[in-house]
């Protein structure tokens, strides 16, 4: 059996025998594109402009009276969903009663959704509270909601660094808003 042929790729050093998956979209979210210049809600905070386009530019799923489900633009997996407030907030405890409630609704009708539209067998829920947590953009609170499979991380993530999503995001978002249970 002859081994397939190598396609030549000018401008990755010496040639080696590894195959290149370029990801360029992603030196955005490594520049820190589209992340606040400050911490009020006006200093360019994606999570309060989102709700200012309509739902398929900003790749909302669903809109409540206090939050909103929304594909995230750098997901882990296929379908990472993200609950966040309209009002910018940066703690869990600034919240008032309402909004929590909604926050909670939302992210179990994300889940329900996810099953129905892409079969999801698990799921990471949770939220990072501040950088020194994790969290990218740490002055607007946001729970994410990450679909899981059995077998979905394999060597790219791990030895590549690379995600592998087999969808557009607004295929998914359409999938996830048509799959959304009813109020």
């Not at 829920?125 to 899981?148: D, E, F, S, Y």
């Amino acid at each position: 059996m002859t081994e397939p042929k190598r396609e030549e790729q000018f401008g990755v050093g010496g040639p080696d025998q590894f195959q290149r998956l370029w990801t360029p979209h992603r030196m955005a979210y490594i520049k820190g594109e589209s992340k606040p210049t400050g911490l009020g809600p006006d200093d360019g905070c994606p999570f309060c402009e989102i709700p200012k386009m309509d739902d398929e530019e900003g790749l909302i799923v669903r809109r409540g009276e206090y939050t909103y489900a929304v594909l995230n633009l750098y997901p882990y997996n296929s379908g990472h969903l993200m609950v966040c407030p309209f009002r910018h907030v940066s703690d869990y405890n600034d919240l008032d009663l309402a909004e929590t409630a909604e926050l909670a609704l939302l992210t179990k009708r994300s889940v329900t959704a996810l099953r129905k539209a892409s079969g999801a067998q698990g799921f990471n829920v949770g939220m990072n509270l501040g950088h020194v947590a994790g969290a990218g953009i740490a002055a607007h609170l946001h729970q994410h909601v990450v679909p899981r499979w059995g077998g979905d991380t394999n060597f790219m993530p791990i030895i590549g660094q690379t995600r592998v999503l087999p969808q557009l995001l607004r295929d998914t978002r359409r999938l996830l808003a048509d799959a959304w249970p009813l109020d």
